[in-house]
């Protein structure tokens, strides 16, 4: 049996609102803010094994620095477990400096996929840490508590910590990379997070507009087998291979969701791409609709499912799915890895409103090729394909992407410093360039594309009628618009 230590599991003090926890972390136009799901993963685990958890998530609570610092210095923890990423890098290294301050004895442990990228970089540039998680990190900071734990405050000795997996830390000689930790198999041992939810956060401090509020979001998988050059969780974090919860143990957290949150409206599934085996997801779907449960879900999926899948998908609540369509060019696709075509596009998108299933496009601009011509094809397949949301965005590129790792090659990083990923309004920023683009006219092109799809007058009439029929579309809509509109209209922001 362990000795139980006392642990803070920290989502930093950052700019009002700041979504750190999504694949491209900022403050939205929209108002999003991701539940830190895998945060919660690495808390529901350290209680398992006794330890009595702090969980903040300041930037949904509205702490500054000196709450968390002073909730630290009442707290006294053993451990801090700190989320972090690209654009943030410089301000969390600071509030890991406050916390050392106030706590001298204190661990510092940072997390996430800019860390998990660029381990000895972060270790150097921040003296407070005392060690970076490389990929998933449950069971690395369940391990680290325990070896912490057994110490009984005294610091881990250097040949302790040569023996957690899937550290980097700093030894006597230099930073030590530690073997990387393997990627968890059995999902279903792992706690349910929305039990985490429950005892550690206010659900209605989240929003995705893409879900009916008030949400919560779980995953049913890990990993994604696609090859996209863009995506930052599967070549950073959770890796290629696809892995599974079993259907029985999603379905009892969501029954448990659906009794222990009587007021959530729905479930929005993180999965990189929950539609990626259809085969399961049909088994999913038949599984939701046995159990009778009655909440909405939105997913992830790819372009490519079959009508029939979806029909039954839409039968099991499934209300909206978020689709990566990119471009409407087929050699800027290919240069993504994308591996679909605009007709199987069009064919995705048919069957979609044939079974009743709202979709959110997602599209990108800047790529190697990406030209002019190129970004109009993108925005005239946009509009041709008619899905009930889009998002036009420059394409961002993160430390361990096959795209970062190609602009940079190429001389075309635009930005100098972790934090120039944001605008001064925590916006995204537009940081690349390519052979026929330069970052202004990529963001111009955004906004311009942003306000043909979203000011025509067909599309007005299409929300119009929308909110009219299903009130619980109004709220979402409304709620989503209110600071998405200025946006809209000021333009020349990412």
Known sequence: MIRPMKILVLNPPFLPRFSRAQRSPAVTKSGTIYFPLWLAYAVGVLEAEGHEVSFIDAPARGWDVAQVTEHARALVPGLVV??????????DLMVAERLKGACPKVFIIAVGTHVSALPGETLEMGPALDAVARREYDYTV???AALLAAGGGQPPRPEELAGVEGISWRGPEGVVHNPDRPFIEDLDALPWV????????????YFNPNAIPPMVTLITSRGCPFKCTFCVYPQTFTGRAYRFRGIPDVVAEMAWVQEAFPRVRSIFFEDDTLTADKERCRAFSLAVIK???KLAWTANSRVGLDYETMVLMRQAGCRQLCVGFESGDPAVLKTMKKGIGSDTMLRFMADARRAGILIHGCFMLGFPGETKAS???TVDLALALKPDTVQFYPVMVYPGTEAFAEYERLGWLTAGRWQDWLTAE???????RNEALDSAEIVRLCDQARRRFYLRPGYVLYKLTQVAKSPGELKRTVRAGRTFAKHLLRGSRV
């Open 291 to 293: 159990r009778g449960l």
């Open 82 to 91: 700190m989320d972090t990423s690209t654009p943030s890098l410089a301000n």
């Open 426 to 432: 925590g916006l995204h920023n537009c940081v690349v």
């Open 142 to 144: 369940r391990d680290l």
């Open 375 to 377: 970004a109009k094809m």
């Open 194 to 205: 929305s039990k985490v939810y429950q005892r550690h956060l206010n659900i209605d401090d």
